[in-house]
């Protein structure tokens, strides 16, 4: 069956929330790097609708802030009251004008619901010839949502009763409403001027719609999602954590059927714009946010949580945290490096532990092995620098810039006090302190000469543990002597 491309897709995205206990409107709550409404604007995306409409709210700013930043081709509609599913439609279609065509209606917290599904309803509703069709799915336990009532013999859909309003008889029924409808515009338009208030809410049910149009002679018919977890609403905490496992899992089974190793799916955390090479490794405990890439035969983790971040093919990357950072090919991260926003890492470089870089470049098989800090700096190719380096990049009212040359050798416990550069080839001694350029093929000695002071611990710290321990050292060497 193929799709036929709605005129209008509505998303209800009007409700408070208020079992999320959170300021943060429910909609905007997110999983899996993306919010609930995002989640379901992606999908009907995949429809390709002529319109696509909001319906805003509570916290209508915030959502509508949100809306310009995610898809800002996206049209709102203020449903200032909340005055039901219905009365939101009516908000949308006011908005949209006259409507010739297929109107889609979802619902702004269902983060699972899929495209495909989505394409599936639309092509039911066009090839069966109905005026309305529901999206339905059986589910284990049913209570709180709206029941399909059908036709004994045809099986027909009859109407959709709220859990609140439903008989016992009714509340048994497990096929349930998704709140997900493919309705011809004109008659729906024409038939939410006819919904009632006469329920236990006082509210304009969309669902109302369907026994409207029954009435009036028209089809209604219903199209089965395959899973019923893709319908899933998103009331409250748990509910959130439990779609962000849901949506986990099925992202790392995609990923793991396209060639990549995920050792243990159970710690492993991916958002949906992440994408992999193939023969990718992940270890156990890695999160990988944002627009982050896993390259070709690339091993991530454990305990390593990357955002933004692109990790080319061969690279090793051990319990790290890297933000809006680029790594080279075969280059190797970790254990315990922190890599911040505007690092670039060459091929075949290292960046090692207790190591932390910011707006850095890095090049091709330079190492930085341990306890260091390098930022905003360029690091030529092929040097080394020594452990426990700070590269002093902050005056105390602006940064500035460190350039280290090719082929550098920079000694254990330097600081580097920007704006200065190494040439190629340059060493430095350790213990310095560089304040001035060091010409190419130059050593770098900033640093006082040493003084020992004899008896000094004797007579400052008489009876000390160290001063028993020099006397009786002193002792030793006279008797050798």
Same mark, same amino acid.
């Given at each position: 069956?193929?799709?036929?491309?709605?005129?209008?897709?509505?998303?209800?995205?009007?409700?408070?929330?208020?079992?999320?206990?959170?300021?943060?409107?429910?909609?905007?709550?997110?999983?899996?790097?993306?919010?609930?409404?995002?989640?379901?604007?992606?999908?009907?995306?995949?429809?390709?609708?002529?319109?696509?409409?909001?319906?805003?709210?509570?916290?209508?700013?915030?959502?509508?802030?949100?809306?310009?930043?995610?898809?800002?081709?996206?049209?709102?509609?203020?449903?200032?009251?909340?005055?039901?599913?219905?009365?939101?439609?009516?908000?949308?279609?006011?908005?949209?004008?006259?409507?010739?065509?297929?109107?889609?209606?979802?619902?702004?917290?269902?983060?699972?619901?899929?495209?495909?599904?989505?394409?599936?309803?639309?092509?039911?509703?066009?090839?069966?010839?109905?005026?309305?069709?529901?999206?339905?799915?059986?589910?284990?336990?049913?209570?709180?949502?709206?029941?399909?009532?059908?036709?004994?013999?045809?099986?027909?859909?009859?109407?959709?009763?709220?859990?609140?309003?439903?008989?016992?008889?009714?509340? &048994?029924?497990?096929?349930?409403?998704?709140?997900?409808?493919?309705?011809?515009?004109?008659?729906?338009?024409?038939?939410?001027?006819?919904?009632?208030?006469?329920?236990?809410?006082?509210?304009?049910?969309?669902?109302?719609?369907?026994?409207?149009?029954?009435? &009036?002679?028209?089809?209604?018919?219903?199209?089965?999602?395959?899973?019923?977890?893709?319908?899933?609403?998103?009331?409250?905490?748990?509910?959130?954590?439990?779609?962000?496992?849901?949506?986990?899992?099925?992202?790392?089974?995609?990923?793991?059927?396209?060639?990549?190793?995920?050792?243990?799916?159970?710690?492993?955390?991916?958002?949906?714009?992440?994408?992999?090479?193939?023969?990718?490794?992940?270890?156990?405990?890695?999160?990988?946010?944002?627009? %982050?890439?896993?390259?070709?035969?690339?091993?991530?983790?454990?305990?390593?949580?990357?955002?933004?971040?692109?990790?080319?093919?061969? &690279?090793?990357?051990?319990?790290?945290?890297?933000?809006?950072?680029?790594?080279?090919?075969?280059?190797?991260?970790?254990?315990?490096?922190?890599?911040?926003?505007?690092?670039?890492?060459?091929?075949?470089?290292?960046?090692?532990?207790?190591?932390?870089?910011?707006?850095? %470049?890095?090049?091709?098989?330079?190492?930085?092995?341990?306890?260091?800090?390098?930022?905003?700096?360029?690091?030529?190719?092929?040097?080394?620098?020594?452990?426990?380096?700070?590269?002093?990049?902050?005056?105390?009212?602006?940064?500035?810039?460190?350039?280290?040359?090719?082929?550098?050798?920079?000694?254990?416990?330097?600081?580097?006090?920007?704006?200065?550069?190494?040439?190629?080839?340059?060493?430095?001694? &350790?213990?310095?302190?560089?304040?001035?350029?060091?010409?190419?093929?130059?050593?770098?000695?900033?640093?006082?000469?040493?003084?020992?002071?004899?008896?000094?611990?004797?007579?400052?710290?008489?009876?000390?543990?160290?001063?028993?321990?020099?006397?009786?050292?002193?002792?030793?060497?006279?008797?050798?002597?």
């Amino acid at each position: 069956m193929s799709a036929i491309r709605p005129a209008a897709v509505v998303v209800l995205a009007a409700g408070e929330g208020t079992r999320m206990k959170s300021a943060t409107p429910k909609v905007l709550h997110e999983i899996c790097g993306r919010t609930l409404v995002g989640h379901v604007l992606a999908a009907a995306r995949e429809l390709e609708p002529e319109n696509l409409v909001v319906v805003v709210g509570h916290a209508r700013e915030k959502v509508t802030a949100h809306l310009g930043e995610t898809d800002p081709g996206v049209r709102t509609a203020v449903q200032a009251e909340q005055n039901g599913t219905g009365h939101a439609v009516r908000m949308a279609l006011e908005e949209l004008g006259s409507i010739d065509g297929t109107v889609v209606v979802v619902c702004g917290d269902t983060p699972l619901l899929r495209g495909a599904t989505l394409r599936e309803l639309t092509a039911n509703h066009a090839t069966d010839g109905n005026a309305v069709t529901v999206l339905t799915a059986e589910v284990p336990d049913a209570t709180g949502y709206g029941r399909i009532v059908r036709e004994g013999a045809s099986g027909a859909v009859t109407a959709i009763v709220e859990h609140k309003d439903a008989s016992d008889s009714q509340r &048994a029924i497990r096929e349930i409403n998704s709140g997900v409808f493919a309705f011809d515009g004109q008659l729906l338009a024409d038939a939410l001027g006819k919904v009632r208030t006469d329920n236990s809410q006082g509210e304009e049910y969309l669902t109302d719609v369907l026994g409207i149009l029954r009435e &009036a002679g028209h089809r209604v018919g219903a199209s089965v999602a395959a899973d019923h977890r893709e319908i899933a609403g998103i009331n409250n905490r748990v509910q959130l954590s439990e779609a962000r496992r849901i949506l986990n899992d099925r992202l790392l089974t995609e990923a793991m059927l396209a060639g990549v190793t995920v050792i243990d799916p159970a710690t492993t955390w991916i958002d949906v714009a992440v994408t992999f090479g193939q023969d990718a490794i992940i270890h156990p405990g890695t999160q990988l946010h944002g627009a %982050t890439h896993i390259g070709e035969g690339a091993e991530v983790g454990p305990n390593t949580r990357l955002t933004d971040t692109v990790v080319e093919a061969g &690279a090793r990357v051990d319990n790290t945290v890297a933000v809006s950072s680029h790594i080279g090919p075969q280059a190797s991260v970790g254990p315990y490096a922190y890599l911040r926003p505007g690092t670039r890492l060459g091929t075949k470089s290292k960046i090692g532990t207790y190591v932390e870089t910011k707006n850095a %470049t890095i090049g091709e098989g330079t190492k930085i092995p341990h306890l260091s800090y390098v930022g905003d700096a360029t690091i030529g190719e092929y040097s080394n620098i020594g452990a426990a380096s700070v590269f002093v990049n902050y005056d105390g009212q602006a940064k500035h810039h460190t350039t280290v040359g090719s082929h550098c050798r920079t000694g254990s416990d330097n600081m580097f006090v920007a704006p200065v550069t190494v040439g190629d080839g340059a060493y430095t001694a &350790a213990g310095s302190v560089i304040t001035k350029d060091v010409p190419p093929g130059s050593l770098a000695v900033a640093r006082g000469q040493q003084r020992n002071i004899e008896g000094w611990v004797a007579r400052k710290r008489p009876g000390s543990a160290a001063a028993k321990a020099a006397e009786t050292a002193s002792r030793q060497d006279q008797n050798e002597d």
